[in-house]
């Protein structure tokens, strides 16, 4: 009765684990995706920012009123186009200051407070919402809505 019980604990650990090790995996490989977004945004990459969106995406914006917030939306394509026409001279620095990441099977959900700089000045900060898919490929971005703000900053 003992071995079988000492052999159950073993078991159990081990499998936890296992489990453990790949939803860190899995964290970790959506980070990098978010991680090559932001670089690829940099350096004005368009190659590194399309690989990682899904050819379905959308992206929207928040805007704030006096009587709540107004949806802005944009194109990922007309993202992409916007940051390779960005002037040689220009630095988007868009830097995460926290990652809060959930996943469940293929799906996964990230919550990304930011910063964002034009040539190492302030411009605003706020918070993305992406929303990711596994792929064949690896996990890709399907959905991106953000708030900015000019002040109130994390």
Known sequence: ????????????????????????????????????????????????VQKVFHPDAMMHTTIATENGATLGSNSVKDFINRIATTPANTVLDERILDYQIK???????????YEFYVNDNFSHCGV?????????????????????????CI
């Open 103 to 113: 996943i469940d099977g293929a799906m996964a959900s990230a919550w990304t407070p």
């Open 1 to 48: 009765m003992k071995l079988k019980k000492s052999l159950l604990i073993t078991l159990c650990i081990t499998l936890f684990t296992i489990v453990s090790v790949q939803a860190q995996t899995n964290e970790e490989e959506v980070k990098k995706v978010i991680a090559t977004l932001f670089e690829g945004m940099k350096n004005k990459d368009q190659s590194l």
């Open 128 to 152: 993305n919402s992406f929303s990711l898919i596994k792929t064949p490929e690896g996990w890709k971005i399907t959905y991106v809505i953000d708030t900015r703000n000019k002040e109130g």
